[in-house]
């Protein structure tokens, strides 16, 4: 139960984020592997790249690759918030106050990411590309022209075998790690410290939405960087034996990336990834807790009827 509930909380999130996901996609490979100066600026911020994805792709640009983004999220956050409610049932990281180890919570939090996200990387592969796809005059980075989510996964399969569709996938374990660690960690380290200084109540959706708030400014700033590095390797192009036109793996993309476009370039669409996970993380969480909750006193209420159902005096009667 723990994994539906991970999963429809996730997906009850993802339907407001994904315009901002787009978003961040496009200005992640803008300009790619060329020095500020030298491309033209078609993105220029949040609120330009917004307008102007609606007005070329029209609005429902904003949700391209809507469909894998939501697979993705039943497959990774499925995976990552049951096996990590699992670890927290299990007391392994809570200390004997109630409180959350913080090594243990980065561990754990790290480790059922990359689970999670190695598992569903075809998803983001497809999303990825369909997020990238754009009408010419605002096309960024290598366009793939997938018909759709089924053509796309059928078309990589076909051409590339079934291992192609986990082609990038280790690029994303660094991006999954460090963000799951840093989501897990900062939201529960948040609600742990507004219930100790008397702020909030843990289970309030006050401490749900600051502890939210929190963790997306840390996953932001922590993640970027390998985001950008994982968008980029998933979007490449290929030649005819398989490899990537730009990029040989991980290390190839950061020496590239460094030394074109400096480390500023590591944080394009920061403030993009910040607006999807912010929103994305309070939603997404607060959804978790919620249904949690329903989740509980489900069981509870079924164990008090089971009881006065099956109790000595109804027996005897």
Wanted: include cysteine; glycine fraction near 12%.
């Amino acid at each position: 139960m723990e994994f539906a509930i991970g999963a429809v909380a996730a997906c009850g999130a993802c339907f407001f984020s994904n315009p901002m996901d787009v978003l961040k996609t496009r200005m992640q490979l803008q300009g790619e592997l060329k020095a500020r100066g030298h491309y033209t600026l078609i993105y220029k911020n949040i609120i330009h790249a917004g307008i102007a994805v609606a007005k070329n792709d029209g609005i429902l640009g904003l949700q391209k690759g809507l469909v894998p983004a939501l697979g993705y999220q039943v497959v990774m956050n499925g995976i990552r918030f049951g096996l990590y409610q699992k670890i927290l049932d299990s007391e392994i990281i809570t200390r004997a106050d109630g409180s959350v180890s913080t090594m243990g919570c980065i561990a754990a939090g790290a480790g059922v990411g990359v689970v999670g996200g190695f598992i569903g990387s075809p998803l983001y592969l497809v999303k990825t590309h369909l997020q990238s796809q754009a009408a010419e005059s605002i096309a960024v980075g290598h366009q793939h022209k997938h018909q759709g989510f089924m053509p796309a996964l059928w078309g990589i399969a076909k051409k590339e075998g079934i291992r192609g569709l986990w082609r990038g996938a280790v690029s994303s374990i660094p991006r999954v790690g460090v963000g799951s660690a840093s989501q897990l960690f900062t939201y529960s380290k948040s609600k742990d410290w507004l219930e100790q200084y008397g702020f909030y109540a843990r289970d309030s959706w006050q401490s749900t939405f600051f502890g939210a708030m929190a963790s997306g400014l840390v996953i932001a700033s922590c993640m970027s960087p390998f985001d950008v590095i994982a968008t980029r390797i998933y979007n490449q192009g290929l030649d005819t034996q398989g490899r990537g036109l730009l990029y040989k793996g991980i290390t190839d993309c950061i020496l590239k990336t460094l030394k074109t476009e400096g480390v500023w370039g590591f944080y394009k669409g920061w403030t993009a990834i910040y607006l999807r996970i912010g929103p994305h993380s309070f939603l997404n969480l607060i959804f978790w807790d919620l249904l949690q909750s329903l989740y509980i006193n489900d069981i509870a209420v079924m164990e008090k009827c089971y009881q006065e159902k099956w109790s000595p005096s109804l027996l005897a009667d």
